[in-house]
């Protein structure tokens, strides 16, 4: 049965809570509307598959090859956030450096972000995501103004059988979920998002690195394949997607690192960051996987694509590994 009590769309939601961010956040989420447009049309109009050129296949900032989507995305939320007269620096997963945005159209914002999250799985039609987190600019230095704690609002974008945006603002405020009505072309909100106590148990980690796994890291996750203990495991290979499962079911969802990959494959700014503290403020924790593991969000990064081992999920499931 439909209901007929009109909910708070995103905008008049946010301008409620931080009217400073809402031309930020204006520009995010229409930027979302937009990429989800795209991503549903691309197989009828030819957007799916990797750019090629002359040079072969084209690689983004941290050496995956990008996909058509990968970069209209990019073009999208760079676009739609110069022009939001809100923002001084924008750090994409797909450009190399940092983008300074022309004085015409210079704010205080600093804007990191991954435009489209998980484009390994856009061709078959599996979920992917937009991942951001807004800090403030007050130094003219602004690697001084990325911090974790510094994070003013953190979100992602999942697009998947419903498109569903999820925000936090300052510790405190709570995660809030909107999900995009067609009928409308709103994101109207549809709820508070917390960790469940007693969740579904469920692991999440690609297995297949498990040979190049430390042994601490295996052991952990032997914990859910013992006997009886009624774990199952669930592994999309979209964060975005992965994470959303684990704020709404419970469990755990880890990238640990591996003989191969030292520093595990999420990155910092703009996957760890936001995902961290939208955790933390569901009632979870985030969380290196290193020998002595600590808070992500206490990580100071020093490069733009910088990555992390990375643990999250239900407090019980991420205290085992601590433990
Ligand atoms: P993708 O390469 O498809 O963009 O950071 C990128 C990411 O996806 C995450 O979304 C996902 O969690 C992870 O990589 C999946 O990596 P594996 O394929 O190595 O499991």
Redesign the pocket.
């Known amino acids: 049965m439909e209901k007929d009590i009109p909910s708070l769309t995103f905008l008049q939601k946010v301008f409620k809570i931080n009217p400073d961010l809402t031309n930020v956040l204006n520009a995010i989420h229409i930027s979302c509307k937009v990429i989800q447009r795209q991503i549903s049309k691309a197989g009828i109009v030819g957007l799916h598959g990797i750019i090629e050129s002359s040079n072969g296949l084209e690689q983004n900032a941290?050496g995956?090859i990008q996909k058509k989507l990968?970069v209209i995305s990019n073009e999208v939320m760079i676009d739609n956030l110069i022009h939001s007269h809100s923002c001084s620096i924008l750090l994409s997963?797909e450009n190399e450096d940092e983008i300074i945005v022309p004085d015409e159209f210079k704010g205080k914002f600093i804007v990191a972000f991954?435009p489209?999250?998980?484009?390994?799985?856009?061709d078959c039609n599996v979920c992917?995501?937009t991942i951001f987190a807004i800090y403030e600019q007050n130094d003219i230095e602004w690697n001084n103004c990325i911090d974790g704690d510094k994070i003013i609002c953190a979100g992602y974008c999942l697009y998947g059988p419903a498109t569903e945006l999820v925000i936090t603002f300052q510790k405190g405020s709570g995660v809030m979920k909107f999900t995009l009505d067609h009928s409308i072309g709103e994101f109207v909100f549809t709820g508070n998002i917390q960790i469940p106590i007693v969740g579904k148990k469920i692991y999440s980690v690609?297995e297949?690195?498990c040979e190049n796994w430390n042994q601490n890291i295996q052991d952990y996750i032997s914990l859910f394949k013992i006997k009886d203990t009624k774990y199952t495991q669930r592994?999309?290979?979209?964060?975005?997607?992965?994470v959303h499962r684990t704020l709404l079911y419970g469990g755990m969802?880890m990238?640990p690192a591996d003989s191969k990959?030292k520093d595990g494959?999420?990155?910092i700014f703009y996957?760890c960051f936001p995902m961290a503290r939208i955790t933390e403020e569901a009632g979870g924790l985030a969380i290196t996987t290193r020998r002595s593991p600590y808070r992500i969000l206490d990580i100071k990064p020093k490069k733009i694509h910088e990555k992390t081992p990375i643990l999250l999920g239900s407090k019980d499931e991420v205290e085992k590994f601590i433990a």
């Open positions: 941290s995956d990968d997963e991954d489209l999250d998980g484009s390994s799985n856009i992917v995501g690609n297949s690195n592994y999309i290979g979209s964060m975005v997607a992965d969802f990238y990959n494959k999420l990155r996957e």
